[in-house]
Nanobody, 115 residues
Framework: QVQLVESGGGLVQPGGSLRLSCAAS????????MGWYHQAPGKQRELVAS???????NYVDSVKGRFTISRDNAKKTVYLQMNSLKPEDTAAYYC?????????WGQGTQVTVSS
């Protein structure tokens, strides 16, 4: 059974930091491209950052220089370090695993940036 379990969301003030984690089970984690998506109320889910099996990364322009995605294949975990958070980063954040035609999603974790 495939599971992606996110953690680390919460309420943070503007300018603050959070680190999201996504622990995977039931997949050969090392071959999957892992990604973080976010979805704000009334908006489409969109890619925030991804990291390929070889370690190459990709970021949406709005988070470049603020967010860092990383992975630990031994722990089957992907991380999203979020710094200098802004109110517009407020959203549900979802972990995604993709390999060939296989796509898996986590249940999401809420990030709220507010004073």
């Amino acid at each position: 059974q495939v599971q992606l379990v996110e953690s680390g969301g919460g309420l943070v003030q503007p300018g603050g930091s959070l680190r999201l984690s996504c622990a995977a089970s039931g997949i050969l984690f090392s071959i999957y491209t892992m990604g973080w998506y976010h979805q704000a109320p009334g908006k489409q889910r969109e890619l925030v950052a991804s990291i390929a099996s070889g370690g190459s990364t990709n970021y949406v322009d709005s988070v470049k220089g603020r967010f860092t995605i990383s992975r630990d294949n031994a722990k089957k975990t992907v991380y999203l370090q979020m710094n200098s958070l802004k109110p517009e980063d407020t959203a549900a954040y979802y972990c995604n695993a993709q390999w060939a035609s296989h796509t898996e999603w986590g249940q999401g974790t809420q990030v709220t940036v507010s004073s």
